[in-house]
């Protein structure tokens, strides 16, 4: 695997948020599978790259055991070098081949993630890194792996095949990006002015190609394997190895998120195709799929009321203005309606509290009458439900050293929350640090 062209080029990883466990954990609890504890854990990232998204991980959680994988040696030099600046005891990078990894890995693992790798690689070490999965993951474990889904990659799987076209002449991987932005670039100009709805939406997709970073470009346009799969497909895949569905990992985040209202309109209108899922992907123009897989088939979502009794929970939602009296809205402009005294006195301070939580019993009274409309609030992304053992932000504002670091290597850095803030609100935290 270390002679993947990707290989040649400046490698961009960076952290994917939705990976932190204590996301991963509450997710899964919420949809009726496994939530491994946060107390203590171990965490393995196949296809790990520079380390760009294990090291904060195991930075703001030291009580858990975390292992990086990567087939490139270039990567894992980069990883640990990395590593070796930060001075962490808790998290190793190994450089291993998939398919011969599953031997030398010693024990089970709480937490897998496997992040822009499975639809990248031949069907033969697509099936070694699902039995690895499979064989590594505990009991009660929690795997994350993303694909590439259709039917939004039939269309950019067509560009892949224009731009491999126009490139293969060209020798080196910096010759072959040059040739497929140029390629790209122009076939966006000639469809600019189009107005079939066809031409307008291939112009859309040259134009993507156009304002990525390069490495993006090699890895979804020029590497070798590129396979996109129907979730139907997927699924079935994953049963081969004893690995079940959960949800998907970005369900409440806008590139995951699907909308009610849309499941409904299938059903009632008889659209069902040869299953709904497929179906919803379909209408929606699915590019891309977050799972969150278990060794068990889920359950009904009613989580065990003992463990939802310990969660705490955090809100950025404010008041909307005094236009709008009872009414909160979110920084992403979304607003919702507090009808509830108690609802609307929690949301004032957890606001004043954020990005820090408080425990639901000092929140609510009677907090369980609550907790119907708390999920469906954290289902919406428009507060965090978080369970025992999650990280808490630091009393001392300004940068840490991971930050420094990270504002070096990248020009982000990434919050106790696994959240990546910009270089421009960086360079101010550091002028205030």
């Known amino acids: 695997m270390s002679s993947n062209p990707y290989d040649q080029i400046p490698y961009r990883c960076q952290p994917i948020e939705w990976t932190a466990p204590e996301r991963l954990a509450i997710n899964s609890l919420l949809h009726g599978g ?11 990232e196949l296809g790990c790259g520079d380390g760009a998204n294990l090291l904060p991980l195991a930075y703001y959680r030291p009580q858990a055991e975390w292992v990086g994988v990567d087939g490139s040696a270039r990567h894992i030099e980069q990883a640990r070098s990395r590593l070796a600046q930060l001075q962490l005891d808790n998290l190793e990078f190994l450089q291993l081949d998939f398919r ?3 031997a030398q890995l010693m024990g089970k693992f709480d937490f897998i993630i496997v992040h822009g790798v499975f639809s ?7 099936d070694a890194l699902f039995q690895l999965c499979s064989d590594r993951l505990s009991s009660k474990g929690i795997l994350y792996l993303n694909y590439n889904t259709k039917p939004g990659w039939n269309i950019r799987g067509m560009v892949r095949d224009y731009l491999l076209a126009h490139t293969q002449s060209q020798s080196t991987l910096a010759d072959k990006l040059t040739a497929a932005r140029a390629a790209a670039a122009k076939m966006a100009r000639s469809l600019a002015d189009e107005t079939h709805p066809f031409s307008q939406l291939l112009g859309n997709e040259f134009q993507f190609v156009c304002d990525n970073h390069d490495s993006y470009i090699a890895h979804e346009f020029l590497t070798e394997h590129n396979t996109a799969y129907w979730r139907s497909e997927f699924l079935a895949l994953a049963q081969r190895f004893d690995l079940y569905p959960v949800s998907d990992a970005d369900y409440n985040y806008p590139s995951g998120r699907v909308n009610p209202a849309l499941l409904k309109q299938i059903e009632s209108q008889d659209l069902i195709g040869a299953n709904l899922e ?36 955090a809100s950025c939602l404010h008041p909307a203005g005094p236009h709008k009296p009872n009414w909160y809205q979110h920084p992403n402009g979304y607003q919702v309606e507090a009808k509830d005294k108690q609802i609307a006195g ?22 369980h ?23 808490k932000p630091a009393s001392d504002p ?30 101010r935290a550091m002028e205030s640090a």
């Open 120 to 126: 990248w690689v031949a069907d033969g070490v697509r």
């Open 398 to 427: 300004g940068l840490n050293r991971l930050n420094r670091l990270e504002i070096q290597w990248g020009g982000y850095y990434t919050t106790a929350f696994h959240q990546r803030v910009e270089k421009t609100h960086s360079a």
């Open 100 to 102: 011969q990894a599953n």
């Open 369 to 391: 009458r609550y907790l119907d409309d708390l999920i469906l609030l954290h289902h919406n992304g428009l507060i965090e439900l978080r369970l025992p053992g999650s990280p």
């Open 346 to 367: 929690a949301l004032d301070h957890l606001f004043s509290l954020w990005p820090q939580s408080a425990p639901l019993d000092t929140v609510l009274s009677n907090h």
């Open 34 to 44: 496994p939530a491994p504890t946060l107390a203590r854990y171990r965490v393995l």
């Open 278 to 313: 497929d179906t919803v992907d379909l209408i929606s123009y699915r590019q891309l799929h977050t799972p969150i897989l278990s060794k068990k088939r889920s359950g009904i979502p009613h989580p065990d009321p003992d463990l939802l009794e310990q969660l705490s929970v």
